[in-house]
């Protein structure tokens, strides 16, 4: 190894090392505490919680003069307690909507916060101000006793690692220690709040024990990504985690592995890409995490398998494609029942239809004859095959005992009931169990109210 | 002291008062704007709205950068601002759309993320070194001085045009906040008058800005609108008191961070419009803390009287004596859970209002009623014996059951429920005697109390 290589891989870890590490931890302690904000539609409260720990964090630094952890700890519990105080008051008051009680209060102590800051910073000759308080100072994490990697391995220098990665470390494994730990007891209180207190979880303590925890995350990342950026950090994760699983364990872990990878690759694109490319100056790292956490969270809710925008199009797309087909089908059918004459043709956009529209309609003609359905006859005519018939004598039976139903069942009239039978075919055509069960008792009925046959029961499959 | 009187009193010289205005300007067209947001429930949607701006700004800035035309244009940059706060609204409805995220959750992301944005982009321009990227910070907490007159004039000028909107739409805009369905049925635009709202939102904080910021803008919305909402249940007198506490925050605010060091606008602004609604909260007469506690006191003290007034009637009732029977201080004094300077209080206010007379004897004080506070102990004594009999014929409640309901409800039954209850209880045959107005119906369970004393005294307590 050069020196200049080692040079430079000593300072990767007196300064990005930590700083990433210390985003990291932010990521991913806020990013499985707020799996539970997420669940229980509290995004807002953690938001509230972000802004008014504030004044309880800088009025502990003017009172000790230190930013050591545990008095600031405290500080925000106190600013917690009196935020929850106000807004009851308020609520039960003004009755105002909750939201806006919430944004009353928050508001206020956020605004007393910053305004602390700024004296605050002459009081105690130092130089902070709002600047750290909504982005956080990231950049300024430094790892002095670092000399390389072998440091990861010295206790000498591990005992010299920065304050805040020490903080956020020790508050990240309390969250995975507590969300493994009451795994069982967090999935009820957050899906059925009322089941969990009949069967004896003491919900109101759980959702108190949760909300102070992501105060403490709040406070722990504080000092890394701010107060507006942590907002970011508890809700997209978990949003992300949401749109790709429906089961609560692995949404959990799911949400830490994509909060660590906001975390490391934001820092990453944001501090060192930038210089890999040329460029003088890095870019903001904490921002970067908040816009990389949002972007995984955009291509979640895009490309979910399960529930994404492109999925939901394509079973659609589907869906529509089949009905098309089966429409399709039925058509041929009657018509083949008006000619009087199996094998009648129709012509390809009669057959299509106008109801589809034009490109869903021809996708599904050719997917007709791809499954032997129906085949070409001349030029732009298409008839039924073999298969096809029976396919469609499925789909006019199906239609037609439903019309027989609504008219003699449920009283409605026979011209009204056409429109209807033909959105429910579709439900009960396919399958023969599905049509069994649903196909009621007018089975045995032979013509349908406009008096055309209703084709028999086809025999079972031998 | 005196700088802040001067440029309170618009002695301060042409472009600060010009400044004042317009920021005083903005304040009444916050609190306007604000009442609606409120009673649409949009709070915190403006506040994803407003720190959505954040990108939009620094964008603006740094295409104008580009195109080589003066960033620092302020007709630019709010134009830049408006443009991101419309994509961050459409976000949250996207966002909010997608199956899996609900609009708390979209909010924080949007709030967050764009912030974030803005941040990484502000870091990106800060390299730049263009001229008037100092100024870009500005827009986060707000810095009045730095603005110039004819940009104050601007923000006064569209701040009266919103006012104007809201006045001429108020008879709409009321239907829409208070009975949506109904306007709707009616054949108003209800969607149309919401994006309304929503539009003059975003004016109002964009034009916000720079004299309050884009994190503590929403404040300005919500906190002025609430702190009216204790005064009155009225809407019109809600908004025109909205605007006023809207602008007196922000004609103080200002000119105190004009004269105070380190003090950014936004934070004064939104701390004074907090202090009014601390004010409010607390004195408003008919909402407020303190009438409501006094409220509460005085009922506490009634209800407490006239439980008394009935353990005094009730001595005397089972002491056998008749009217002007003397009931001893000391057993009446243990009867219930009265603290002893409870019970003296009590005694005393009775006393005072001429219902009861305390006499001493030899065995030590002992109380009477007079004729007023005989009539008022029999109609409480009445009352509580009705319901009583009440929950016994017809709910069914066992006789041991029914005081402690009876001791609560005593205090509330008017004239015209007691009369019905009559009825009801005569109709089942419950009611043993005719009433008259002396004399109330016999206790249906043993009476524990202070031992009567008077003529034929003898039997003692129950």
Not at chain 1, 230 to 240: E, F, H, Q, Y
Not at chain 1, 306 to 328: F, K, N, P
């Amino acid at each position: 190894m050069s020196g200049g290589g080692g040079a430079e891989l000593a300072l990767f870890f007196v300064i990005d090392f930590p700083a990433m590490l210390a985003g990291t931890l932010a990521a991913v302690c806020c990013g499985l505490l707020g799996n539970f904000l997420v669940l229980r539609r509290m995004s807002l409260t953690g938001d509230a919680i972000s802004h008014a720990v504030l004044p309880g964090i800088v009025i502990a630094f003017i009172v000790l003069g230190t930013r050591a952890s545990m008095p600031m700890l405290l500080g925000a519990a106190a600013a917690g307690v009196v935020t929850v105080v106000l807004v009851e008051l308020i609520r039960s008051g003004a009755r105002v909507d909750p939201d806006a009680s919430l944004g009353v209060v928050f508001s206020a102590m956020f605004a007393l916060g910053v305004l602390l800051i700024e004296r605050a910073g002459q009081l105690r000759n130092i130089d902070i101000d709002a600047d750290c308080v909504l982005y956080g100072e990231l950049e300024h994490i430094h790892w002095l006793a670092a000399t390389g990697p072998e440091s990861l391995l010295d206790p000498a220098a591990l005992a010299q690692m920065p304050r805040q990665v020490v903080t956020l470390a020790a508050v990240t494994l309390v969250a995975v220690v507590v969300v493994v730990a009451f795994f069982k007891e967090l999935r009820v209180v957050c899906f059925d709040p009322g089941l969990a207190t009949t069967l004896g979880f003491p919900a109101r303590w759980i959702n108190l024990v949760m909300l102070g925890l992501v105060a403490a995350a709040t406070v722990a990342s504080f000092e890394a990504v701010g107060s507006i950026l942590v907002v970011a950090m508890l809700v997209c994760p978990a949003a992300t985690a949401r749109t790709l699983t429906d089961r609560m364990s692995v949404q959990l872990w799911l949400s830490a592995a994509i909060a660590a990878v906001s975390g490391a690759g934001g820092y990453v694109l944001a501090a060192l890409v930038p210089l890999w490319m040329g460029a003088e100056h890095s870019l903001q790292a904490s921002g970067m995490i908040a816009v990389v956490a949002g972007a995984l969270l955009v291509l979640g809710v895009v490309f979910s398998p399960s529930h994404g925008v492109v999925a939901r199009a394509v079973r659609m797309g589907r869906l529509r494609v089949r009905i098309a087909r089966e429409d399709a089908l039925a058509r041929l059918y009657r018509h083949e029942e008006r000619a009087g004459a199996e094998g009648a043709a129709l012509g390809g956009a009669e057959l299509v239809g106008a109801l589809e529209g034009v490109v869903i309609g021809r996708v599904a003609l050719r997917s007709l004859i791809r499954r032997g359905l129906v085949e070409r006859v001349e030029g732009d005519a298409f008839a039924l095959t073999g298969a096809g018939r029976e396919a469609a004598v499925e789909l006019v039976r199906s239609h037609r005992l439903w019309e027989a139903y609504l008219v003699h069942e449920a009283g409605q009239r026979p011209d009204h009931v056409h429109r209807a039978a033909m959105e429910l075919e579709h439900l009960t055509a396919e399958g023969e169990s599905g049509r069994g069960r649903l196909v009621p008792e007018s089975d045995s009925r032979e013509t349908d109210p406009h008096d055309r046959p209703i084709p028999p029961r086809p025999p079972p499959a031998s | 002291m005196g700088d802040v009187l001067d440029i309170l009193a618009l002695r301060a010289g042409y472009n600060t008062s010009v400044v004042l205005a317009g920021a005083t300007l903005l304040g009444v067209a916050a609190g306007v704007v604000g009442t609606f947001t409120l009673l649409r429930r949009r709070a915190l949607m403006s506040d994803a709205l407003a720190h959505a701006t954040f990108p939009g700004i620094v964008g603006a800035f740094l295409a104008a950068a580009l195109l080589g035309v003066s960033g620092r244009s302020m007709p630019v940059l709010l134009v830049g601002a408006a443009v991101a706060a419309v994509m961050g609204v459409l976000s949250v409805h996207a966002l909010s759309r997608s199956a899996r995220i609900n609009e708390d959750a979209a909010i924080a992301v949007v709030l967050s993320v764009f912030f974030g944005l803005g941040a990484v982009l502000l870091s990106y321009v800060v390299r730049l070194e263009a001229h008037g990227q100092a100024g870009l910070r500005h827009f986060l907490l707000g810095q009045p001085a730095a603005m110039s007159a004819g940009e104050a004039k601007l923000i006064g000028a569209v701040a009266v045009v919103a006012v104007v909107a809201c006045a001429a739409l108020f008879k709409e805009l009321r239907l829409v906040c208070f009975d949506r369905s109904f306007a709707r049925a009616q054949g108003w635009p209800v969607d149309a008058l919401d994006l309304g709202i929503l539009g003059l939102v975003v004016v109002v904080t964009v034009i916000g800005l720079q004299s309050v910021g884009l994190v503590l803008i929403v404040a300005l919305l919500i906190t002025p609108a609430a702190a009216a909402r204790f005064w009155t249940e009225r809407l019109w007198l809600m908004t025109v008191l909205g605007a006023v506490l809207g602008g007196v925050s922000c004609y103080v605010g200002v000119a105190i961070s004009a004269v105070l060091p380190r003090a950014p606008a936004g934070a004064v602004i939104v701390l004074t419009a907090s202090a009014v609604f601390l004010v409010s909260l607390f004195f408003a007469p008919n909402r407020g803390v303190a009438a409501r506690a006094v409220r509460s006191a005085r009922f506490s003290l009634d209800v407490e009287q006239q439980h008394l007034l009935r353990a005094v009637y009730e001595a005397v009732e089972s002491s056998g004596a008749g009217s002007g029977g003397a009931v001893d201080v000391e057993g009446l004094g243990r009867s219930r859970s009265w603290s002893r300077a409870r019970f003296a209080v009590l005694l005393r206010v009775l006393a005072l209002r001429g219902w009861v007379r305390v006499v001493e004897g030899e065995e030590g004080r002992a109380c009477v009623l007079t004729g007023r506070g005989e009539r008022e102990a029999l109609r409480v004594t009445r009352n509580h014996r009705l319901w009583e009999q009440y929950l016994i014929s017809h709910a069914e409640l066992a006789p041991t059951h029914v005081d402690r309901s009876a001791d609560m409800i005593e205090h509330v039954l008017g004239r015209e429920l007691v009369e019905r209850l009559e009825e009801a209880l005569r109709g089942r045959g419950a009611l043993p005697v005719p009433l008259d107005e002396r004399g109330a119906p016999p206790s249906p369970h043993p009476i524990h109390g202070g031992r009567g004393r008077g003529a034929g005294g003898g039997e003692g307590g129950a």
